[in-house]
């Protein structure tokens, strides 16, 4: 008994340490401009004005994504405050959430070990932690769908207790929870980001069901527990805000789904076939030269009717090939394998001789050992020149200590995976991982151009009062309102509001000269402007007294 009490404490204490090291940085650094600041603001304005339903982005109807995101963010605003903390606090529960999902997956699958190991390579993965430490729709769709994931593999694994359908008889263990969670999870995934979490799961389940011949996977699955959560918890929100905003369908479902994915017009995310590639390899360090042997392990695995790692590698094959095959490409994309992929890496590092880790590791301390060492000794080299100047001593000092922490954490894995300490070894490359993510953040936060964004926030602030109206003319930097708790009104600028706009077009001022004329008739106002733009403006006499000034922006006062 006391044994089985210590062992529960010290599980307890270690998902509490952890939670520590997750959620304690969250307040740094600054919040990013373009994403970060959309998806913080977005719910401070609903929180504004009480509208749930309807999406808006500096006051602007915004239908790129649906609202599950935005209710959570705004419900963390009431209770928390409006913080880069709070801001954050989804995608960091979510992906918390997510390592506990992967712990029990793993362990279900396979065993204990394999489950701390999932635990550790997932929450060190450079991809997986550098998003769960931002603000962006993607890990909330990550871990929705690893409900999703989670269900469908356990029963995959259920296959080896069904009977022949001969035998006329259902087992026991083919019950509703599963199917229900699966349900759930479509339908959260559904409601982060829209019809993605329905097809992934669909199409990774028919793959599953054709390659393995597993005739009576639906019948385990029992759809209609999927259908029945989409209906009690994605449908309402559709339909009310269909019947509000009558062109909400067709721009989310035809513009945001089908013309993103097969065309590259008006979206300007366009990447070459291979792009994840070096997205995947880099976005799994400190695990990357692990990643051949992992899925070599799996594939030998299937001959042994392992259908919970079938389904796994059936999983990650998809959603990297179909984000591939994509017109549009960002980085965020591939992140619902990950949680699959780590549990294979997981496996495959529990029965990987000591030996072999300490070379594995050996070989990432003398890769990010150099790296780290060039950073360092960047801005001597004058072939580099135009790259130090768009960054700084601090940024670059930054990004040179992630890696060479990261070193300093394979060395010592090394060193003892060859005591035959693995799992020490897998904490303390685990632990690099984590650095590694924490300095390549604080060394953003010191580019130049983000330094220059938090001096604007924090000099122009003093400046705007309850009744200022604010100017955007020709720019519109996201985080800005969310710091200022102020719309602004925009001047010549569409960008992604381009779709709101169209809509209710009197929220914009689509020229200077108009501009000019509301600015006349304004009592206490102040706008951001270009450089040229406050030249032309001078040249026209308009009345401003300059109140910040930089290379990219002026800050002007009625």
């Given amino acids: 008994m006391n044994g089985s009490i210590r062992v529960r404490s010290g599980a307890i204490l270690r998902w509490l340490i952890l939670a520590l090291l997750w959620f304690g940085p969250l307040n740094t650094p600054h919040l990013f401009d373009p994403d970060e600041g959309r998806y913080a603001e977005i719910p401070r304005e609903m929180l504004v004005s009480g509208d749930w339903v309807t999406p808006r982005l500096n006051g602007i109807k915004y239908f790129e994504k649906p609202a599950l995101q935005y209710w959570a963010t705004a419900a963390a605003f009431t209770v928390f405050g409006q913080h880069a903390w709070t801001a954050r606090l989804w995608s960091a529960l979510t992906a918390y959430l997510g390592l506990l999902l992967s712990f029990a997956l793993a362990r279900r699958l396979y065993d204990e070990r394999t489950a701390r190991l999932a635990v550790i390579v997932q929450a060190s993965s450079l991809l997986y932690i550098g998003l769960a430490r931002i603000t962006t729709l993607d890990m909330s769709l990550c871990f929705s769908l690893q409900l999703a994931l989670y269900a469908l593999t356990l029963l995959a694994q259920q296959r080896a207790k069904v009977q022949p359908a001969s035998a006329g008889v259902q087992p026991a263990s083919a019950g509703w929870q599963l199917p229900l969670l699966l349900g759930i999870g479509i339908a959260l995934a559904v409601l982060s980001k829209g019809l993605v979490g329905i097809l992934i799961p669909a199409a990774v389940t028919g793959l599953y069901f054709l390659w393995r011949r597993d005739w009576s996977l639906p019948l385990r699955a029992r759809p209609w527990w999927s259908l029945l959560a989409l209906l009690v918890l994605a449908a309402p929100w559709f339909l009310v805000v269909s019947l509000r905003n009558p062109e909400f369908a067709h721009f989310f479902f035809v513009v945001q789904h089908f013309q993103r994915y097969l065309s590259t017009a008006g979206f300007d995310r366009y990447e070459p076939a291979w792009f994840f590639i070096p997205v995947l390899v880099l976005g799994i360090l400190p695990w990357t030269t692990l990643l051949p042997g992992a899925l070599q392990r799996a594939w030998l695995a299937l001959r042994g009717g392992e259908n919970g790692t079938a389904l796994l590698l ?14 549009s490409k960002l980085i965020p994309y591939i992140l619902p394998l990950m949680p699959a992929i780590c549990v294979l890496l997981a496996r495959h590092l529990a029965s990987l001789p000591p030996a072999r880790f300490a070379r594995h590791m050996t070989a990432l301390a003398l890769c990010a050992g150099v790296l780290g060492a060039g950073l360092l000794v960047l801005w001597q080299v004058p072939a580099a020149a135009a790259l130090v100047a768009r960054a700084s001593t601090g940024s670059i000092v930054g990004f040179a200590a992630a890696f060479l922490l990261l070193a300093v954490a394979a060395a010592l894995a090394a060193a003892l995976a060859s005591r035959n300490r693995p799992i020490a070894a897998a904490v303390s490359a685990g632990l690099g991982g984590w650095m ?27 400046w705007i009062g309850n009744s200022t109206r604010l100017y955007c003319v020709n720019d519109y930097l996201q985080p800005l309102p969310f710091y200022w708790r102020r719309t602004c009104t925009l001047v010549g600028y569409r960008g992604e509001m381009d779709f709101g706009l169209k809509q209710e077009p009197a929220r914009w001022i689509p020229d200077l000269a108009q501009f000019e004329r509301d600015w006349q008739s304004q009592d206490d106002a102040l706008a951001l402007l270009r450089p040229q733009d406050y030249r032309d403006l001078t040249a026209l006499g308009l009345p401003m007294r300059v109140i910040y000034t930089s290379q990219s922006l002026v800050a002007v006062k009625r």
């Fill in 314 to 327: 059936v999983w990650t094959v998809f959603v990297f090939v179909f984000f591939s095959l994509s017109h």
């Fill in 436 to 462: 590694l993510v924490q300095c390549l953040l604080l060394g953003a936060d010191q580019l130049p151009r983000m330094r220059d964004l938090v001096t604007l926030e924090q000099d122009v602030k003093p």
